[in-house]
């Protein structure tokens, strides 16, 4: 009995450790510190007067650990790239003349100036760095020092690429699956909210400001996720098996239904919950409306947690589709309700497309599947939307 309770809880502290990054960083910390280690020992056998400046190494072996392989081989050229430039800014400030404190200004100025390139990227601070280390570092000896600090940095990063490419190359799905399984709970969460506000008839507007601006940062950072979990798969021994494919393809499809369902809800929350000129000139849903309109928003919020079947969902939607359509109001009274009911559509549809097109779902995704080839999502409402059709077109 003893044995099965440490079992238990060391298995819930392996799949902890593994949904909430632990290890990913565990390992990528690891490799940064063999890689550190190894470029030093290597640092003190290099030849000629490089030799006397191994602590560069494992500098260079750290800024080539990077979280994937390409961003690694991406910021050791552009290292190595601003460190030549920035010896070649010292070369420049000792060839006119200056010394002191104005050698260290001009260094520094033109360093600056010469690093503002873009296409230098994190090489860029390494410019006006590297400019100053000749020159108060090197001092008598510049020309040993300067080849010296090129040579074990190249030594370094060439070691930190190798380490990084060969034990364990990183894909970063889990970051982006996780990110997205988190941002399809805020979404629910943020239409449970308004579905709040129809049905109380009060507003915080400003918190409301608040929640739309969490709700676009959130999808920026899943942006950020899903464009470093594809750049992972570059120069990646590991990201030529086709279940690495296929399962980035259904990251990808779920990140762009989820992109849409946030775009939708924006549009609903600025007609329901906020505040400033847009909305006020818009106005807000027709209060003859307000029940059908909440249960609506109340099954979509569920769809999207996938915790509600889809029938409900379109059940409700067609409710007050129904309802306008029997409304004797005048079309522009209720142009607001049928700007939010086209928003409503929107999400279902948006997730009911990516769920054609790849099997996928803005929903929670099956931690336990990670088949080759792309399987449907167990939960969310992808799932639950294949079968279901709007039943209004046949009841007409």
Same mark, same amino acid.
């Given at each position: 009995?003893?044995?099965?309770?440490?079992?238990?809880?060391?298995?819930?502290?392996?799949?902890?450790?593994?949904?909430?990054?632990? %290890?990913?960083?565990?390992?990528?910390?690891?490799?940064?510190?063999?890689?550190?280690?190894?470029?030093?020992?290597?640092? @003190?056998?290099?030849?000629?007067?490089?030799?006397?400046? =191994?602590?560069?190494?494992?500098?260079?072996?750290?800024?080539?650990?990077?979280?994937?392989?390409?961003?690694?081989?991406?910021?050791?050229? %552009?290292?190595?790239?601003? +460190?030549?430039?920035?010896?070649?800014?010292?070369?420049?400030?000792?060839?006119?003349?200056?010394? $002191? &404190?104005?050698?260290?200004?001009?260094?520094?100025?033109?360093?600056?100036?010469?690093?503002?390139?873009?296409?230098?990227?994190?090489?860029?601070?390494?410019?006006?760095?590297?400019?100053?280390? &000749?020159?108060?570092?090197?001092?008598?000896? *510049?020309?040993?020092?300067?080849? $010296?600090?090129?040579?074990?940095?190249?030594?370094?990063?060439?070691?930190?690429?190798?380490?990084?490419?060969?034990?364990?190359?990183?894909?970063?799905?889990?970051?982006? #699956?996780?990110? +997205?399984?988190?941002?399809?709970?805020?979404?629910?969460?943020?239409?449970?909210?308004?579905?709040?506000?129809?049905?109380? $008839?009060?507003?915080? #507007?400003?918190?409301?400001?608040?929640? %739309?601006?969490?709700?676009?940062?959130?999808?920026?950072?899943?942006?950020?996720?899903?464009?470093?979990?594809?750049?992972?798969? @570059?120069?990646?021994?590991?990201?030529?098996?086709?279940?690495?494919?296929? @399962?980035?393809?259904?990251?990808?499809?779920?990140?762009?239904?989820?992109?849409?369902? *946030?775009?939708?809800?924006?549009?609903?929350? #600025?007609?329901?919950?906020?505040?400033?000129?847009?909305?006020?000139?818009?106005?807000?849903?027709?209060?003859?409306?307000?029940?059908?309109?909440?249960? *609506?928003?109340?099954?979509?919020?569920?769809?999207?947690? $996938?915790?509600? =079947?889809?029938?409900?969902?379109?059940?409700? +939607?067609?409710?007050?589709?129904?309802?306008?359509?029997?409304?004797?109001?005048?079309?522009?009274?209720?142009?607001?309700?049928?700007?939010?009911?086209?928003?409503?559509?929107?999400?279902?549809?948006?997730?009911?497309?990516?769920?054609?097109?790849?099997?996928?779902?803005?929903?929670?995704?099956?931690?336990?599947?990670?088949?080759?080839? =792309?399987?449907?999502?167990?939960?969310?409402?992808?799932?639950?939307?294949? *079968?279901?059709?709007? #039943?209004?077109? @046949?009841?007409?």
């Amino acid at each position: 009995m003893q044995f099965q309770h440490i079992a238990g809880v060391g298995t819930r502290v392996w799949r902890w450790s593994r949904s909430s990054g632990t %290890q990913p960083r565990l390992l990528h910390a690891g490799k940064a510190a063999a890689a550190a280690a190894l470029a030093w020992m290597i640092a @003190r056998h290099v030849p000629g007067v490089a030799s006397d400046y =191994p602590y560069y190494a494992p500098l260079g072996a750290v800024v080539a650990m990077q979280t994937t392989v390409f961003a690694g081989l991406r910021s050791g050229v %552009q290292t190595l790239v601003g +460190i030549a430039l920035g010896i070649a800014v010292a070369a420049f400030t000792m060839w006119v003349g200056h010394s $002191g &404190v104005l050698a260290v200004a001009l260094a520094v100025g033109v360093g600056v100036l010469v690093g503002g390139f873009r296409i230098l990227g994190e090489g860029s601070s390494w410019v006006s760095t590297a400019a100053l280390f &000749v020159l108060l570092v090197g001092g008598a000896h *510049a020309e040993g020092y300067s080849l $010296g600090y090129l040579v074990q940095m190249a030594v370094g990063v060439l070691v930190g690429l190798l380490v990084n490419f060969l034990v364990f190359p990183p894909l970063r799905f889990w970051d982006a #699956e996780r990110r +997205i399984d988190q941002v399809n709970g805020v979404l629910a969460e943020h239409l449970d909210g308004l579905a709040d506000v129809l049905e109380q $008839g009060e507003r915080d #507007e400003r918190a409301w400001d608040r929640a %739309q601006d969490r709700l676009d940062r959130a999808i920026a950072d899943v942006r950020s996720r899903v464009s470093v979990a594809q750049e992972s798969r @570059r120069i990646n021994p590991r990201g030529a098996l086709r279940g690495s494919r296929a @399962r980035l393809q259904r990251d990808g499809s779920r990140f762009r239904a989820l992109e849409r369902v *946030a775009w939708y809800t924006t549009d609903l929350t #600025e007609l329901v919950a906020r505040s400033g000129p847009v909305s006020s000139n818009l106005g807000r849903p027709d209060e003859a409306f307000t029940v059908s309109l909440t249960t *609506a928003v109340r099954q979509v919020a569920a769809m999207v947690r $996938g915790d509600h =079947p889809p029938e409900e969902g379109d059940r409700a +939607i067609s409710e007050l589709e129904r309802a306008l359509d029997a409304s004797r109001e005048y079309p522009s009274d209720v142009a607001v309700t049928s700007s939010a009911l086209v928003s409503l559509r929107g999400i279902v549809e948006s997730e009911r497309q990516a769920t054609q097109d790849l099997d996928t779902a803005t929903g929670p995704s099956d931690d336990t599947d990670r088949s080759p080839v =792309p399987q449907r999502v167990s939960t969310g409402i992808g799932r639950r939307l294949r *079968a279901a059709r709007p #039943e209004r077109r @046949r009841e007409r």
